[in-house]
């Protein structure tokens, strides 16, 4: 059984260790390196990094549908393609290249959160559970039939990171327990209940501004989601200020945005309650506790924060 894997971040990672560990991996496929942080450094992927330590083939194609990637996949002549949050969407002559077809570990509870940030979107609007769908995978954007899932709770205090993170080894060893039962024939895929489609579309960094118009615990929701990115930001006298911890409590409503002070923490008024802020990150700054802030921060209680929708 030859298999080729693809993938990119943190996520793929343990699926491409399992999958290594019980069959030949032929070749890799993940993003391009590119530039991050203000000095635009070149970083690889985890996956690069990872394959590279373990010496197996990598092919960083821009788009994989370009003829030479097409033409490497064929050399590789895998059997079975595995993608794990790949990050492109493969064109069906890559689809129909390997006997068994492509199969994809995606983070929810298909058909619920199709699309490129289920795990962000499943907190963001409160589900109390989530988990790995294993499918085979067709044309559509996560539209193909249903090999096995595992569904697990969410934590009310779990943020995106520490879901993803979650998953990634539930998402391992899913897999691992699917594929010889697939490949022996005694799991049939399952096309997936359409009706109940829900999207989660890609993030992209100013998803994260806060509207103080929302709930507060739409927006305690939301910074637990975008942790760490895209982060949940709101700007302050020109400079973009990241709530790194929040949580809501029951207040009197008031001006949405408005700050003011309970117990030592700024706290922001909302549509409804109040949100506190536990953990800031100023722009260029460390992370620090919501009472050091205001303590540094002349003028920042009493300050009015625009919402996204006014900026």
Same mark, same amino acid.
């Given at each position: 059984m030859r298999i080729v894997? +693809? #993938? !990119? &971040?943190e996520f793929s990672v343990p699926s491409l260790e399992a999958l290594a560990n019980a069959y030949p991996i032929v070749g890799v496929v993940t993003q391009p390196d590119r530039g991050a942080? $203000? #000095?635009?450094?070149? $970083?690889?992927s985890v996956v690069k990094v990872w394959s590279s330590e373990h010496a197996l083939p990598i092919m960083q194609p821009r788009r994989i549908r370009n003829p030479e990637a097409i033409e490497q996949l064929k050399d590789w002549t895998p059997d079975l393609i595995v993608v794990a949050a790949?990050?492109?969407?493969? &064109?069906?002559?890559v689809l129909e290249l390997p006997e068994w077809g492509c199969l994809n570990v995606h983070a929810s509870l298909l058909p619920r959160w199709r699309g490129a940030a289920p795990i962000q979107a499943s907190i963001f609007h409160g589900d109390t559970e989530t988990g790995i769908t294993i +499918?085979?995978?067709d044309a559509g954007l996560d539209t193909g039939p249903v090999l096995t899932q595992c569904s697990t709770?969410? =934590?009310?205090?779990?943020? #995106?990171g520490q879901?993803? =993170?979650r998953l990634s080894k539930i998402g391992a060893k899913l897999l691992i327990?699917?594929? &010889? !039962?697939?490949?022996?024939?005694?799991?049939k895929p399952i096309e997936q209940d359409h009706t109940k489609t829900t999207y989660a579309p890609m993030l992209k960094k100013s998803d994260g501004a806060l509207d103080f118009n929302l709930t507060a615990e739409e927006l305690e929701r939301q910074v637990?989601?975008?942790?760490?990115?895209? #982060?949940?930001f709101f700007t302050w006298n020109g400079k973009r200020i990241v709530v790194r911890k929040a949580h809501a409590i029951p207040g009197t409503a008031g001006t949405p945005g408005m700050v003011t002070e309970v117990e030592e923490l700024p706290v922001v008024s909302t549509s409804q309650g109040l949100l506190v802020l536990e953990i800031l990150q100023p722009a260029g700054r460390k992370s620090m506790s919501g009472d050091s802030f205001i303590r540094g921060a002349r003028g920042f209680l009493s300050t009015e924060l625009y919402s996204r929708s006014r900026e």
């Open positions: 894997f +693809m #993938g !990119s &971040p942080g $203000r #000095g635009r450094k070149i $970083r690889q790949f990050g492109q969407i493969l &064109p069906e002559e +499918m085979k995978m709770p969410i =934590d009310p205090q779990e943020t #995106g879901l993803a =993170d327990e699917t594929i &010889p !039962s697939y490949l022996e024939g005694s799991i637990r989601a975008y942790e760490p990115w895209p #982060g949940s």
